[in-house]
Nanobody, 120 residues
C-alpha cells in the first residue's frame, strides 16, 4: 500500500487545516489508519487513528480539536485540524496497519509526510 499525504501548509493559531492521505489500494477499510506527527528534535507522536468499524481514538492533546474521516470510495483518509496551536507544528505522517494502536511500530505502511506550520 502506498500512502500519499497532502494538504499541509502554513496556518495561523486558531485556524483550520485538512490533511488528506490517499492510498494506492482500492479500499482502506481493511486497515487501521492513523496519523502521527514529528516536530524537529522530537520523537514521532501519535495523533489519531480510525478503524474499519469507524471507531476513532485521539491523543489527549488534540482531542476535541482534531477528527479523522474516511472516504472509502476515494481510498482517502482525512485529518481535520481545528483551533490549531503552535505546538501542532510538525511533519504529519499517515500510516496503515493491521492493529488499532497508538504505537508507530504496529503500522506497516507510511506516507512521506506533509509539513504543517502553525504561526503564533
Amino acid at each position: 500500500v502506498q500512502l500519499i499525504e497532502s494538504g499541509g501548509g502554513l496556518v495561523q493559531t486558531g485556524g483550520s487545516l485538512r490533511l488528506s492521505c490517499a492510498a494506492s489500494q482500492r479500499s482502506v477499510s481493511r486497515y487501521a489508519m492513523a496519523w502521527f506527527r514529528q516536530a524537529p528534535g522530537k520523537e514521532r507522536e501519535f495523533v489519531g487513528r480510525i478503524g474499519w468499524s469507524g471507531l476513532e481514538a485521539y491523543a489527549d492533546n488534540v482531542k476535541g480539536r482534531f477528527t479523522m474521516s474516511v472516504d472509502n470510495a476515494k481510498s482517502t483518509v482525512y485529518l481535520h485540524m481545528n483551533n490549531v496551536r503552535p505546538e501542532d507544528t510538525g511533519v504529519y505522517f499517515c500510516a496503515a496497519g493491521g492493529r488499532m494502536t497508538p504505537d508507530p511500530h504496529d503500522y506497516n505502511y507510511w506516507g512521506q509526510g506533509t509539513q504543517v506550520t502553525v504561526s503564533s
